[in-house]
């Protein structure tokens, strides 16, 4: 286990430094990493760096017993790949032995999306007769605005908002990008910032532009309960996630005449590929549509 730690430590210095991983991308890694280490352990095996492609379809093996999912095991094999290619590149070890493990079979699921009404629910749940409802209003409306993921949304500060244009700035790792917002996401941003924000605030010097009632910067699972809460309010049977939203602004551009390219700038997706698959689940809902209304379907 000391070789281990050793190993790990030097793991997650890499893909905090080399690979400018998100601190939940990191978090991901490491819980897997940690968990094969101890399973090793557990088992008598050989150490992270001695361990043998035998040793590491043993401990998939191990996981399918215990009920885990294809999409967990696959995540598993691909937090194993990233950690032995990065030591076989290092020269640390000289036959990688995540090279032959190949994945589960996934089903392919398309994200699930609310409809235009069902986001016209949720956003109206919020009362803006306290702090609280203002605040929450503000989050709804610029998350379904720009489409932009929880922890970008979070890690927003009031430097990042020109109200005045309508647009935000959001930034990821060293990349930044501008994206517009709609008239009543401004107005809701506005009335926040101005008269709810500072006095919510625990300190002055606070930057962050969503914070929490203790003035502090929201965290995602506060986020996450927020969202849950008003899901609940509405009545929506959904299981309607932060990312719902995420998914329901790119679908809904596209079904409104947006091209791919441009959807793919706001959402800040590397590859083309990503934001394509809500072509696929626009075109499914056309033809269910289809299906659902032609007299002869």
Same mark, same amino acid.
């Given at each position: =286990?000391?070789?281990?730690?050793?190993?790990?430590?030097?793991?997650?210095?890499?893909?905090?430094?080399?690979?400018?991983?998100?601190?939940?991308? /990191?978090?991901?890694? =490491?819980?897997? =990493?940690?968990?094969?280490?101890?399973?090793?352990?557990? $088992?008598?095996?050989?150490?992270?760096?001695? &361990?043998?492609?035998?040793?590491?379809?043993?401990?998939?093996?191990?996981?399918?017993?215990?009920?885990?999912?294809?999409?967990?095991?696959?995540? $598993?094999?691909?937090?194993?790949?990233?950690?032995?290619?990065?030591? @076989? !590149?290092?020269?640390?070890?000289?036959?990688?032995?995540? !090279?032959?493990?190949?994945?589960?079979?996934?089903?392919?699921?398309?994200?699930? /999306?609310?409809?235009?009404?069902?986001?016209?629910?949720?956003?109206?749940?919020?009362?803006?007769?306290?702090?609280?409802?203002?605040?929450?209003? &503000? =989050?709804?409306?610029?998350?379904?605005?720009?489409?932009?993921?929880?922890?970008?949304? /979070?890690?927003?500060?009031?430097?990042?908002?020109?109200?005045?244009?309508?647009?935000?700035?959001?930034?990821?790792?060293?990349?930044?990008?501008?994206?517009?917002?709609?008239?009543?996401?401004?107005?809701?941003? &506005?009335?926040?910032?101005?008269?709810?924000?500072?006095?919510?605030?625990?300190?002055?010097?606070?930057?962050?532009?969503?914070?929490?009632?203790?003035?502090?910067?929201?965290?995602?699972?506060?986020?996450?309960? /927020?969202?849950?809460?008003?899901?609940?309010? &509405? $009545?929506?049977?959904?299981?309607?996630?932060?990312?719902?939203?995420?998914? @329901?602004?790119?679908?809904?551009?596209?079904?409104?005449? !947006?091209?791919?390219?441009?959807?793919?700038?706001?959402?800040?997706?590397?590859?083309?590929?990503?934001?394509?698959?809500?072509?696929?689940?626009?075109?499914?809902?056309?033809?269910?549509?289809?299906?659902?209304? $032609?007299?002869?379907?």
């Amino acid at each position: =286990m000391v070789l281990d730690s050793v190993s790990l430590a030097k793991f997650q210095d890499y893909l905090k430094n080399e690979r400018k991983s998100s601190e939940n991308t /990191i978090a991901s890694y =490491m819980r897997d =990493m940690r968990q094969l280490s101890e399973y090793l352990d557990a $088992h008598d095996r050989p150490n992270l760096i001695d &361990a043998g492609e035998k040793d590491l379809n043993n401990y998939l093996d191990y996981l399918r017993r215990g009920g885990k999912s294809p999409a967990t095991i696959t995540r $598993h094999i691909a937090t194993m790949k990233r950690f032995y290619t990065y030591f @076989s !590149a290092c020269g640390v070890i000289v036959q990688d032995p995540s !090279a032959g493990l190949t994945g589960e079979k996934l089903e392919k699921k398309l994200p699930q /999306i609310l409809t235009s009404k069902e986001v016209e629910l949720l956003l109206e749940q919020p009362e803006c007769t306290d702090a609280k409802g203002y605040r929450d209003r &503000a =989050m709804l409306e610029l998350l379904y605005a720009t489409g932009i993921r929880v922890t970008e949304l /979070i890690s927003l500060n009031v430097s990042d908002v020109s109200l005045a244009v309508g647009v935000i700035r959001c930034r990821k790792n060293d990349k930044e990008r501008v994206i517009p917002l709609y008239p009543k996401a401004v107005k809701a941003l &506005a009335e926040y910032m101005e008269f709810v924000r500072p006095q919510m605030l625990a300190s002055s010097d606070e930057q962050s532009l969503f914070v929490n009632l203790n003035g502090e910067r929201m965290t995602r699972q506060g986020f996450w309960k /927020i969202v849950k809460t008003y899901q609940a309010k &509405a $009545h929506i049977e959904k299981d309607i996630t932060p990312h719902t939203l995420r998914h @329901s602004f790119a679908a809904h551009l596209l079904e409104n005449g !947006a091209d791919l390219r441009s959807i793919q700038e706001m959402l800040g997706h590397a590859d083309l590929s990503t934001t394509q698959i809500y072509a696929h689940l626009v075109k499914k809902q056309l033809k269910d549509v289809y299906n659902k209304a $032609h007299p002869r379907a």
